[in-house]
Structures are given as structure tokens and as C-alpha cells.
């Protein structure tokens, strides 16, 4: 009896830990130079976004995920820092910290992406002049929010000469003449939204030689003092700053966080062979798979080498351009050793219209978060780049577009036809090497490398 209770509870156990364990955060990678953040899980997951302010951070939050260890990586600029953490036993939590003084637009924070793998594009950190935080959508930049109350920033020769302060509407309404100053055409009668501090809007006029900012205050609002600041015009209230560092409830997601809307994932598409382009005319295409024979190439996780990734792809893109009416020469059709020199020679002979080489990549020194897709060329080739590598992203879910770029790879330096090399992936990433080494994910590389060549020759017969 004993043992059938340790069973059960055993089985119980094991029961309820698997939905947190259902899916988990495979890799995440934030591109300084592109500014974004991507991630990949092992399962489907739809994240929720927001932006919170003091400091301003994005926060990403993937229910039902879960993580070998937390992480941090430290960027610099005005994007201070990424980490990743697990604050629950069900959700793993991404963080881009920006550095003090910086803020992002939340209306130009893009989403995207499948079901298990995202893209958060950022807008460009902007710079805040003073201490705050204008997470408010439209409101010109010289209103600006602060820890204490609000800052109407001016120049010194917009600098009021006199100050009046009037209440009214049954303290609903607080008008703030600045005698001399001048509000921009483009902010004159206009009102926004604040929420912030129990003021709900604030309105900007030009009455004659005066500005009048006029604040819509809540019954939370408390009485307000108007004062002249260095670099403008200080609006705090009367009992002091304190009042502001713990807003009402009601007002506490309007004042410390945006939530950012996320869309439905998208559904990666397979080409459907049947509509592929027609060709104009009778091409004649050389593939290459990399390396073969003596030669595996470069050898991944789990012992996934290269040579056996590309063949498999390199026959399947034969056979769409031959369904298509393509004259297809390879290189290699099989396990074999075939040099450069006798690849590029092959190509040359044929008088091939293009040659298309096909690698996985590799890196060393245990780096298994470097993964994505790179596409070659040298010279005449780079149309053909373009092309080859967009139908691979319209249809295949990469983990990362590395993008095109120009090499001296001898096989690109050495063939007299448009030639592009396609590195399909990284065999020693930790992503890529689980989709290299599956015949599904390797075919539906094939379908859309095949796609681009015969949208290719569409364009360029």
C-alpha cells in the first residue's frame, strides 16, 4: 500500500509540474545595431508587453515558459541593459532597461511573429531634458511629467514676465497664465490626455501676448502651486512632493505602466509548389552543396554535420526546377569530395545562367546562442541574394536573419554567372541545430530557396 501511495504521488507530482515546464525559452537575443529583441521557445506562446516608467523599462512576460537560468546581458547607449528572469514558476520575464534620462515612443514599439518565435522592434531611445517620464501619447515635449509634479520647459526669451494662477469650474479647472510666453502653433488649442497626478488633460492657448495652459483636474487632484524655475515653470502641489510618490489606485496603470498590444501570431507558410513562378525561357541552374566525402564540413550539437544537412536540401531544390522546366547541373549528387576548383570549373563549363552554393554555418568556442540565416555574394550576384534570402524569410522560421552580405568565397569570386552562397543556418546553434537536423524543417528550406531562384529567373531570363 505504501509503495501504490508513493506511486501516485510521484505521478501527481510529475502531473502538475508539466504545465509549467510545457514550453521553455530556448534563446533570446537583443541586436544593439538593430535595435530588437527576439526569442524562440519550444512551444506556442503569446507574450504581453508593457512599458514602465521610473526607471522606463520594456517588460516582456511569457506565460506558461519557463528557463534553464537567468540571464543579463549589458548593452550600453541609451539601452542600459536586457535580462532574463523567472519571477513565477509559470513565466519566464524579459527586461530592456534603458539608461537614465532616456524613454521610448510605446506607439512605435513594433511586434511580430509565429507562435514560437518573436521579434520586439524599439523605436530609437529618445532623450529626456530634466528628470521625466513622457509616456504620454501627443503631449509636447516642453510638458514635461516629473517625479514632482509637471515642468513646462521654455527658452529664456520666452520667459513669462508675470504668473497668474486661476481655479475655477468648482476646482475642477486650473488656468496658468504666462504673461509674454508663446505657445507653438501646432500645440494651440489643442488638448491631451495626462492621467497623471489626478490631472486628467491639459489644454494649450494663445490669448494675445499670453500662454494659457489649462489642467482638467480629477477629485484626486491635489491644490497646485505655479512658480517660476530656472528653464521655465514649475507646477507642484501646494502640500509638497511627497503627496505624488504613491498615486491613487485607480489612476496606478495609467501612471506607471502602458500596456502595448501584441497580435496574433502569424502561421509560417509553406510554398505551395503548384504556384510557383514559371521561368521565362530555359534556364540552366548549378547547385552546390558544401563540402561531401572526406570532407563533412563543419560538425554541430549532437554531431549534426554540415555535408548532411545541404545534401538533403540541394536534392529538393533540384527537383522543384526540374518540375519547373530547369536544367539542373550539381555539383555533387552524393557523399562525395569535389574541390573548389572543380566546382567553380563545372559551373563555368555549363555556361550556367546562376550558381546557387549551399552551406550551414558553424562557430566555435561553445557559443550555441549564435544562430540565423546569411546569404553571399560577390558581384554580379547580389540581386540574386536578395531575392533567394527574402522568399526564405516570407516562409521558413528562422531564428535569426543575419542578413546578405559581400565575400571573397572562392566559389563566389571564381564563377562567371550571378552566384550566391546561402548559409541555411548554424549547425552549432542551439536553435538551428534542432531545425537543421529535422527532414520537415530542411524541406521547407529547400521549397523556399527554391522559390527565390525561380522567382529569379522570372525577373532575369
Not at 78 to 84: F, K, L, P, Q, T
Not at 131 to 148: A, R
Amino acid at each position: 500500500m505504501k509503495l501504490r501511495w508513493y506511486i501516485l504521488s510521484v505521478l501527481a507530482a510529475v502531473f502538475f509540474a508539466l504545465p509549467a515546464e510545457a514550453t521553455r525559452l530556448l534563446f533570446w537575443d537583443f541586436d544593439r545595431d538593430r535595435n530588437s529583441l527576439s526569442f524562440t521557445t519550444d512551444g506556442s506562446v503569446r507574450p504581453t508587453v508593457r512599458l514602465i516608467s521610473d526607471p522606463t523599462r520594456l517588460v516582456i512576460d511569457l506565460p506558461g515558459t519557463g528557463i534553464g537560468r537567468s540571464e543579463s546581458q549589458r548593452v550600453g547607449g541609451a539601452i542600459a541593459s536586457v535580462r532574463v528572469g523567472q519571477p513565477d514558476d509559470r513565466t519566464t520575464r524579459l527586461v530592456v532597461e534603458l539608461a537614465p534620462g532616456y524613454f521610448l515612443d510605446p506607439q512605435q514599439v513594433k511586434i511580430a511573429g509565429t507562435p514560437s518565435q518573436w521579434t520586439i522592434q524599439l523605436p530609437s531611445p529618445q532623450r529626456s531634458r530634466g528628470t521625466f517620464e513622457p509616456l504620454l501619447q501627443g503631449v509636447p515635449e516642453w510638458f514635461q511629467i516629473t517625479q514632482n509634479g509637471f515642468f513646462i520647459r521654455l527658452r529664456d526669451r520666452d520667459r513669462p514676465q508675470e504668473i497668474t494662477v486661476d481655479r475655477r469650474d468648482s476646482n475642477r479647472q486650473l488656468d496658468i497664465d504666462l504673461k509674454g510666453a508663446r505657445v507653438r502653433s501646432e500645440d494651440s488649442s489643442k488638448t491631451f490626455t495626462v492621467n497623471r497626478y489626478g490631472v486628467e488633460e491639459v489644454r494649450f492657448n494663445q490669448l494675445g501676448n499670453n500662454a494659457r495652459i489649462t489642467l482638467t483636474l480629477n477629485r484626486n487632484s491635489p491644490r497646485w502651486e505655479v512658480s517660476d524655475s530656472r528653464g521655465g515653470v514649475s507646477i507642484v502641489p501646494e502640500q509638497g512632493s511627497e503627496i505624488l510618490r504613491e498615486p491613487p489606485p485607480e489612476l496606478l496603470s495609467q501612471t506607471r505602466e502602458i500596456i502595448i498590444p501584441v497580435p496574433l501570431p502569424t502561421q509560417p507558410t509553406i510554398p505551395d509548389r503548384t504556384n510557383f513562378p514559371q521561368p521565362n525561357g530555359r534556364a540552366l541552374v548549378v547547385l552546390d552543396p558544401g563540402h561531401g566525402g572526406k570532407d563533412p564540413g563543419a560538425i554541430g550539437i549532437g554531431g549534426l554535420r554540415e555535408t548532411d544537412v545541404v545534401l538533403p536540401i540541394s536534392l529538393e531544390i533540384a527537383q522543384i526546377l526540374r518540375d519547373r522546366g530547369i536544367n539542373v547541373v550539381m555539383t555533387r549528387s552524393d557523399d562525395r569530395f569535389i574541390s573548389l576548383q572543380g566546382r567553380t570549373d563545372m559551373a563555368n563549363q555549363a555556361r550556367a545562367d546562376i550558381f546557387t552554393s549551399i552551406h550551414a554555418n558553424a562557430v566555435g568556442d561553445a557559443r550555441p546562442e549564435v544562430n540565423g540565416l546569411e546569404t553571399y555574394y560577390y558581384s554580379r550576384g547580389y540581386r540574386l541574394a536578395q531575392i533567394v534570402h527574402q522568399a526564405i524569410l516570407e516562409t521558413v522560421p528562422i531564428a535569426r536573419n543575419r542578413g546578405i552580405k559581400q565575400a571573397r568565397f572562392y566559389v563566389l569570386r571564381n564563377t562567371a554567372m550571378p552566384s550566391i552562397l546561402v548559409e541555411v543556418g548554424f549547425v552549432t546553434g542551439q536553435i538551428d541545430s534542432r531545425n537543421l537536423a529535422n527532414p520537415a524543417y530542411r524541406s521547407q528550406m529547400a521549397q523556399a530557396i527554391a522559390l527565390g531562384i525561380l522567382r529569379y529567373l522570372q525577373q532575369y531570363p
